[in-house]
């Protein structure tokens, strides 16, 4: 199925689960009585409770000059003006005694999607939402330990992180615009908390909208095309960073940060799927990564390629 396909079946009003690679040259569609039988799980859930739990995740990160000579490489691009923004992810070996499933069972996340025994994601970020004729999106863009003293003023006011959060509103919104109208930032640089396994994480995004046509539901899967791959997790400008970080990265994303969402008939909902275990014959494999400009320090985006990996 392509997502052509996917206008027919918004149409009809058919409800419908998708999941799409991070290129979306991959798009899986399921009837939603059928993920019983097809082994899969996903829930989609604004208010969650927080259950804690341990960790039980065993990192084992990847070498630091391997990564620092492919943040030196972005770098050098940036300064040819290829790219103003790209997001540098990297796999990183983990050991866990827990299956799939328990993982899936144990994350607490507002997206979780568990594929089979192919992978398991828990992300707190969402793609885009439409409903009512209106066309939302949430980009995510600046992480912090809460633990640190001030930490909400500082992350805030971090002019590298306002750069690269700036960056990504642009394009976000240049994409929005794409499939919508009057399109508008909602709300700019707020502050979201995150459980990170045993600590807590600040997180900034921000809100965008924009007016669709009422027959958006027979154009779904044309709106999702449009705007893939997601920008908050590829970088600006978007198809010189695509191809930059294809050169790169020099690793399969598969379908990490790609996305998953139900329309359910009415509206919408999707997330990116970052937060993402994948099994391999080799163990399981953690894709983390983040946003690098041309301020970004590489120890510290290293650092910050590691925290993200937990089980929250």
């Known amino acids: 199925m392509n997502f052509s396909d996917l206008n027919a079946l918004g149409k009809k009003r058919k409800p419908f ?12 569609v399921f009837f939603l009585d059928e993920l019983e039988k097809e082994d899969i799980e996903f829930k989609i859930d604004e208010s969650y409770l927080h259950d804690n739990h341990e960790s039980f995740l065993q990192k084992e990160p990847i070498n630091f000059d391997a990564y620092k000579n492919k943040f030196d490489k972005v770098q ?6 290829e790219t103003y923004i790209l997001n540098l992810t990297q796999p990183t070996k983990i050991k866990t005694p827990l299956t799939l499933k328990e993982i899936y069972t144990r994350a607490n996340a507002h997206y979780k999607l568990r594929f089979k025994d192919e992978f398991v994601c828990f992300s707190p970020e969402k793609f885009i939402q439409i409903e009512d004729d209106t066309i939302h999106t949430f980009p995510m863009k600046g992480t912090i330990d809460a633990g640190i003293k001030n930490a909400r003023e500082k992350i805030l006011a971090d002019t590298k992180e306002m750069a690269e959060h700036i960056m990504v509103v642009d394009l976000l919104r240049n994409d929005l615009s794409i499939v919508a109208t009057n399109v508008k930032v909602e709300d700019f640089r707020f502050i979201t908390q995150i459980e990170a396994g045993e600590r807590k994480l600040l997180q900034v995004s921000s809100h965008i909208s924009g007016r669709v046509t009422k027959n958006w539901h027979e154009r779904v899967g044309t709106i999702l095309e449009a705007l893939l791959p997601a920008g908050s997790i590829s970088g600006a400008p978007k198809k010189s960073t695509l191809e930059i970080i294809e050169e790169i990265e020099d690793y399969e994303r598969g379908y990490f940060s790609g996305v998953f969402g139900v329309y359910d008939g009415e509206k919408l909902d999707s997330g990116v799927m970052i937060r993402f275990i994948e099994k391999t014959n080799n163990g399981y494999l953690y894709k983390s990564g983040g946003g690098i400009t041309l301020d970004s320090n590489a120890l510290s985006e290293y650092n910050e390629l590691n925290d993200k990996i937990y089980l929250p």
Do not use: C, M, Q, R
Request: overall charge positive.
């Open 17 to 28: 689960l998708f999941i799409s690679d991070f290129k979306a040259k991959k798009l899986e």
């Open 76 to 81: 050098e691009k940036i300064k040819k003006g």
